[in-house]
């Protein structure tokens, strides 16, 4: 999500939004004093030194590859949940998000609110029957419905995707040591990197389950105590307590200062202007992205029971929504500060680079040091803990999925040593890809989040819900969904020649929208063109996965669902053709 | 109502919650008026769109899993002896 959060920063940094009166005046350089740096560096070396004893101990409860790729699937709901905060939330929710509200406003709650629903979606229409089927992860289950190709397929898009993001996150980690203890970028990468990929290798899903509750805690406890004291010193009284709408004082300073912060039609302080079909692509491509990445379904396969994952969801859904209103607290209150503080007072122009260090900026400006210090632990423990859960799907995903597919009797110990592994292999290719990223690395993580919501999200709804889905349209939907994701975005939304789709501002969201659109409707129409599922086999796999404890025929076979489903993204698919 | 009807009309009843609490945007356009009231001291639609999509949100999710629970249950316990 980090690069995700700088991709748009870096499209709307053109010359045409930077003025030439902006270019031209001071501008404000991020320092932060010897203090801060010492007590982040003791915060980070006491939680390297605990992350990597939770790795140790978790090694001991580690006996089969059950243990190893699930947790033992005995993970508590309030447990799960604080790893399933950790675990979604990233660089991005520390840093970057602010960094997008000082540029974009008010439509970073619609993007924040998406991301909370697709979350909480990921609950509804998946996690029961993932749980109930009772493997690894999502790949497994494309791999058992839709057979070994489509697995094959899927394996192969997830770990581009979960390269895309680690190489992301390693890289905000070494930028992070950087920046607060004036490491030079590689000691930093290679520190953080090996230390992450260590402890998950070692402890397994146990190890990462135990330390992403940590990380969560760590995350909520440094967000939350800066921002309190921020408010107060901002003077926002009783209303500091709680963060998420506690800053009411401030708004009509805001309104005065920028007008259009809260503006819903416009953004980049009204330069843009924002449309229907924009906030429809961010509900397509945030939640229906959400709901397709692996390594955030990956948690579900830990938990105890179906009932015990839906709680932890619950958990979730307060723990991820409190973080991200605080963000859009912390956000308000940077962008005040710049306004009013950095350029109204010291006539001082923050660098949109700089834009990401604002949680800092905020903390050093307002907090004593030690508090200051604070977020440099929230955001090695927000990195920190999807780049395990990332690094945790690659294993499974190649050293269990892969691995069983090519050796279908292979053995309990020789299964968890090809998860541990491909996991230490995948840290390592994602600490020497982020030795030198590539340019092309901000743009293909936006499109990381297209291709999500256009091959797994639907392969997976449409496995689960519906009977005739085969393995022909699955394999047709994911490609296709793949294809024109990648194709529409390099070519900035032209094929062969011709302005496919009309992209506007943050164009990537309305591409979304077509391909998202592109693989529901060419999955669903190739199924009932080849006839659908015929294997009994399969169609019995669906009724036990919704906890039926008997097989019928009819159940999840009705025409409706997918023929409403193939019309609306035929609708869809339309619509982001046409201008703008 | 069988088990069945019951699970998929109020997943997707749920999924339509989801989906309208987190992304209250067509309030924006349709009411536009909206962005010009207050509550609490915010203006209207940015307070709705916090308050729906989470403080909202997590009750209902809790409201969904008791139902869920319920309709799980009926499906574990409709065994119907003889397989179509």
Redesign the interface.
Same mark, same amino acid.
């Given at each position: 999500m980090r690069l995700l959060m700088f991709a748009v920063l870096a499209l709307l940094n053109t010359p045409t939004l930077v003025g030439a009166a902006e270019k031209a005046a001071k501008v404000y350089k991020f320092e932060p004093t010897k203090s801060i740096s010492m007590f982040g560096l003791i915060y980070a070396v006491i939680m390297i030194v605990a992350f990597l004893y939770v790795g140790y101990i978790s090694k001991k409860k580690t006996t089969s590859s059950d243990d190893y790729f699930t947790a033992g699937r005995g993970f508590g709901a309030l447990s799960n949940g604080l790893a399933m905060t950790s675990n979604f939330l990233s660089l991005a929710t520390f840093l970057g998000f602010t960094a997008l509200i000082w540029k974009l406003q008010f439509v970073l709650v619609s993007f924040i609110m998406a991301w909370l629903g697709g979350f909480t979606m990921i609950a509804i229409l998946l996690a029961p029957s993932l749980r109930r089927w009772g493997k690894f992860t999502s790949m497994g289950f494309i791999g058992e419905r839709f057979g070994h190709v489509a697995k094959i397929v899927s394996v192969v898009c997830m770990v581009l995707l979960a390269q895309l993001y680690l190489i992301g996150q390693m890289k905000g980690i070494g930028n992070l040591f950087q920046v607060m203890f004036h490491w030079d970028y590689m000691t930093g990468l290679i520190v953080g990197g090996l230390i992450v990929t260590a402890y998950v290798t070692i402890g397994g899903m146990y190890g990462l389950s135990y330390n992403q509750t940590l990380q969560s805690i760590i995350l909520m406890i440094a967000f939350l105590f800066p921002t309190i004291i921020v408010l107060m010193k901002l003077g926002c009284g009783a209303g500091s307590l709680l963060p998420p709408f506690g800053y009411s004082k401030l708004v009509p300073t805001m309104i005065e200062q920028l007008p259009t912060y809260f503006d819903p039609f416009t953004t980049v302080m009204g330069k843009i202007p924002l449309t229907f079909k924009f906030y429809t692509a961010i509900l397509f491509t945030h939640i229906f992205g959400t709901i397709g990445l692996p390594h955030i379904a990956m948690r579900y396969f830990t938990a105890s029971s179906v009932r015990e994952a839906k709680k932890a969801t619950l958990w979730g859904i307060f723990f991820v929504g409190f973080i991200f209103t605080t963000t859009l607290t912390i956000g308000f209150a940077a962008k005040l500060y710049t306004v009013q503080e950095l350029q109204g007072v010291q006539g001082l122009m923050l660098n949109p680079k700089e834009a990401d260090l604002l949680v800092l900026i905020m903390s050093q400006a307002f907090t004593p040091s030690w508090i200051a210090a604070l977020p440099i632990a929230g955001a090695m423990a927000a990195g920190l803990s999807t780049i395990a859960g990332l690094l945790m799907v690659i294993g499974t995903g190649i050293g269990h999925d892969i691995y069983t597919t090519i050796k279908p009797n292979a053995s309990d110990p020789s299964k968890v040593k090809m998860g541990l592994l491909f996991t230490a292999l995948g840290g390592i290719a994602t600490i020497m890809l982020a030795l030198n990223p590539p340019d092309f690395l901000l743009t293909s993580a936006i499109w990381a989040y297209v291709v999500a919501a256009s091959t797994f999200t639907p392969v997976l709804i449409l496995g689960i819900w519906w009977k005739g889905a085969n393995k022909i349209g699955a394999n047709c939907g994911m490609i296709v969904g793949a294809f024109f994701s990648m194709m529409l975005w390099g070519t900035n939304g032209k094929l062969f020649g011709i302005q496919f789709v009309n992209m506007g501002p943050l164009g990537y969201l309305v591409s979304g929208l077509f391909t998202a659109s592109a693989a529901w409707f060419v999955m669903i129409v190739i199924s009932l063109l080849t006839g659908g599922e015929k294997d009994e086999k399969v169609r019995r796999f669906v009724d036990r996965i919704h906890g039926w404890p008997d097989y019928c025929e009819e159940r999840y076979s009705g025409k409706t669902f997918p023929v409403g489903c193939a019309v609306v993204a035929l609708g869809l698919m339309i619509w982001s053709m046409m201008p703008y | 109502m069988n088990p069945?009807k019951k699970?998929?009309r109020f997943?997707f009843a749920?999924?339509l919650v989801? #989906?309208l =609490?987190?992304?209250?945007?067509?309030l +924006?356009?349709m009411f536009p008026q909206i962005?010009k009231m207050n509550i609490?001291?915010?203006?209207a639609?940015?307070?709705l769109?916090?308050f729906m999509?989470? #403080?909202v =949100?997590?009750p209902f999710?809790?409201f +969904?899993?008791k139902v869920?629970?319920n309709i799980?249950r009926e499906?574990?316990d409709?065994?119907?002896?003889e397989?179509?």
């Open positions: - | 069945y699970e998929c997943t749920s999924f989801v #989906v =609490l987190t992304n209250i945007y067509p +924006y356009f962005t609490l001291g915010f203006p639609h940015y307070f769109a916090m999509g989470w #403080v =949100l997590v999710f809790w +969904y899993i869920s629970e799980d499906i574990e409709s065994a119907q002896g397989e179509k």
